[in-house]
């Protein structure tokens, strides 16, 4: 029964991902300039040639170039928000289109191409955005062909920039090695039945929550004893701590390390967008059941792997 409930939880994690690429609705809309918030923000990966981006215009949904504001992202602002040096011959696809949103909205992010993104998923480009700063906003992120998309976030810091928002470089430069850490445990047991990377993005929103608790308690941060536990307890709690390697945890507690050391750990803000996308991390995996038990996919997935053991 155990291997069961294993081969459960990998057929409905492969359920998520599938309904996820399902309902590739545009998170933004760009048919109305929002008189708020101005136009939505385009970034293009410099590496587009005229028909590409075009073709980029067509998966946002961009019927009318006049209700958005556009620009693009180059070797120079990989080094600008991510210290990044020598990389002049990469060629950046991934785009993304940002639009700010009231106060207390919390961070969203689509992925419109999922095809095309082959390593980051919506969840850590969230939780990564968060430590560099940004707040309330939405993001799609889109690709006319096959890119890790580890480049994305620069775009968003540069469509911040261009409405008139400064992130400090220290934060933007760890949300990046957030986003690294997280997708090369992900790789890491891909091909583990056990792990789930659901739980890895609770666990590193988790992580950050109890680092900016103990910097608040005690008016310091966190020891080296201290981050350890954190990050062991984290892990603890989502199921993960007899699932991924020794070598992946060092890599978690050597991230949290660097993450308390920035602004990021004394910002209300920062612990607010947690607080909200910890709720949307539960909302998704709650709902996943609802919709399986309400569809009739949970008894089939069961009574499918019950006849395979029979």
């Not at 961009?62 to 990389?87: K, P, R, W």
């Not at 620069?154 to 934060?171: P, Q, S, W």
């Amino acid at each position: 029964m155990f291997k069961c409930n294993k081969l459960l939880g990998v057929s409905l994690a492969a359920v998520m991902s599938v309904s996820a690429s399902a309902s590739n609705v545009f998170a933004i809309d760009t048919s109305v300039i929002d008189e708020k918030w101005g136009k939505p923000t385009v970034v293009y990966g410099s590496g587009l040639n005229d028909e590409q981006i075009e073709n980029t215009r067509e998966l946002f949904d961009i019927q009318d170039t006049n209700n958005v504001y556009e620009t693009s992202v180059d070797a120079n602002d990989l080094f600008t928000y991510l210290g990044v040096t020598g990389a002049d011959n990469l060629i950046l696809i991934s785009s993304v289109m940002v639009q700010k949103q009231d106060a207390g909205t919390g961070l969203k992010v689509k992925i419109i191409t999922p095809e095309n993104i082959t390593k980051i998923t919506s969840n850590q480009y969230a939780n990564a955005a968060i430590t560099a700063g940004v707040s309330d906003v939405e993001i799609d992120v889109a690709a006319v062909s096959k890119v890790t998309g580890e480049s994305a976030l620069t775009g968003v810091y540069k469509a911040l920039e261009a409405n008139g928002e400064t992130l400090d470089a220290d934060r933007t430069q760890v949300a990046q090695d957030e986003l690294e850490t997280t997708n090369e445990i992900a790789e890491n047991n891909s091909d583990n039945s056990n792990f789930n990377s659901s739980n890895l993005d609770q666990a590193i929103v988790e992580i950050k929550q109890k680092l900016a608790e103990i910097k608040q308690n005690q008016g310091s941060a966190a020891t080296a004893e201290q981050v350890e536990q954190v990050v062991q307890d984290a892990l603890n709690k989502f199921n993960l701590s007899d699932i991924i390697s020794q070598d992946d945890i060092d890599k978690l507690i050597a991230f949290a390390k660097k993450y308390q050391n920035t602004s990021a750990i004394d910002s209300q803000e920062v612990l607010d967008q947690l607080n909200k996308l910890s709720g949307s991390l539960k909302n998704q995996l709650s709902g996943l059941f609802n919709k399986a038990q309400s569809e009739g996919w949970l008894d089939k997935i069961i009574n499918f792997i019950k006849s395979l053991f029979n």
